[in-house]
């Protein structure tokens, strides 16, 4: 009997990689990992060069991305047949033989494997690495703490309609916005409907080399990509 193990990557920078993580993917000789179609997958790009020779590659391609509204009947049943399809798959293969999942950030933080797990689970054995948050690399990259003393932090998925964004906003000391990409305008006007959109800010590909800091209020819709986070610090009310 084989196992799943699902390796928590980091926000990017393969250094970053806890050594458990990094052990399982070097010592792998098979991997799958989540990808757009046509495109080589974040997860993938990690983990370059530390693929053993000879390691068979799973790519699982979502049928759909942006295409279609991620609240829509159409996307939900695209990805539900995504989903079972590539457990069941799995769960064939991992019948004889260990298979590493790749996950960017940590697996159980707004990851895709979570959709694995849950139809998994009881089936065969699965093994969960975690990883360190992409939100916590961007807050770092940006050199200053996210929270201060008894700062609430808050973190928000940018698909929130632009009222509950703008509520929540107004009410932490500090929050995160994931899932921000085309999903940019409306949170930059629920900033400055909670009057936060001055101090926000945009970390697009933090801790990789393509890594962009810049002031929500200064970034163009069309520079904003998928892998990008929006910050408003706390500190507010410190000594």
């Known amino acids: 009997m084989g196992k799943i193990i699902c390796a928590g990557l980091g926000p990017g920078d ?3 990689m806890s050594l458990r993580a990094a052990r399982a993917v070097q010592g792998a000789a098979y991997i799958a990992y989540f990808r757009k179609a046509g495109r080589p997958g974040q997860a993938r790009r990690i983990v370059q060069g530390l693929l053993a020779p000879g390691c068979v590659e799973y790519a699982m391609e979502y049928p759909v991305t942006t295409e279609l509204p991620a609240d829509s009947p159409e996307y939900i049943a695209a990805l539900h047949e995504f989903y079972e399809d590539w457990a069941a798959r799995l769960e064939v293969l991992a019948q004889d033989r260990d298979i590493v999942v790749l996950c960017e950030g940590d697996p159980f933080f707004y990851g895709s494997f979570m959709h694995l797990h849950v139809r998994l689970q009881g089936k065969v054995e699965i093994e969960v690495i975690p990883g360190i948050t992409g939100m916590s690399g961007c807050w770092t990259a940006t050199g200053t703490p996210i929270t201060w003393g008894n700062d609430i932090l808050t973190i928000l998925p940018g698909t929130l309609p632009q009222a509950e964004l703008a509520r929540r ?10 899932k921000t990409g085309r999903n940019l305008p409306k ?28 002031r929500v209020a200064e970034m163009k819709e069309e520079d904003c990509p998928y892998f990008a986070i929006v910050l408003a610090h706390g500190g507010r009310n410190r000594a």
Do not use: C, K, N
């Open 187 to 214: 949170i930059r006007a629920a900033l400055a409907q909670a009057g936060r959109l001055e101090q926000a800010v945009l970390v697009a590909h933090g801790t990789s080399a393509q890594q962009r800091i810049a």
């Open 169 to 178: 906003m107004g009410e932490s000391d500090a929050f995160v916005v994931m």
């Open 14 to 16: 393969p250094d970053l």
